[in-house]
């Protein structure tokens, strides 16, 4: 399994990296999106550690992340 990056949009864009199987770097986003619930309960179980008072989600779109922000990048 490899550690893939995700971008999430539209309104708020948000990276995490996530093991999932069957998908690696040169996927498309087509096959990482098989994966929908997947890669939500992960996202959601992040913003409720971040945010343990509630939140609400109106609009959830992800795909691969081809450009990884330079700010964000581990050393």
């Known amino acids: 399994m490899a550690r893939i990056r995700i971008q999430m949009a539209p309104e708020l864009e948000l990276k995490m990296e996530l093991d999932v199987q069957g998908v690696d770097v040169s996927s498309r986003d087509y096959n990482v999106q098989q994966h929908k619930a997947e890669v939500y309960a992960e996202f959601e179980r992040r ?19 081809r450009g990884w922000h330079e700010e964000l990048q581990r050393d």
Request: proline content about 5%; cysteine-free; aromatic content about 16%.
């Open 47 to 65: 913003l409720k550690e971040a945010f343990p008072e509630g939140l609400r989600i109106h609009t959830f779109e992800f795909g691969l992340d």
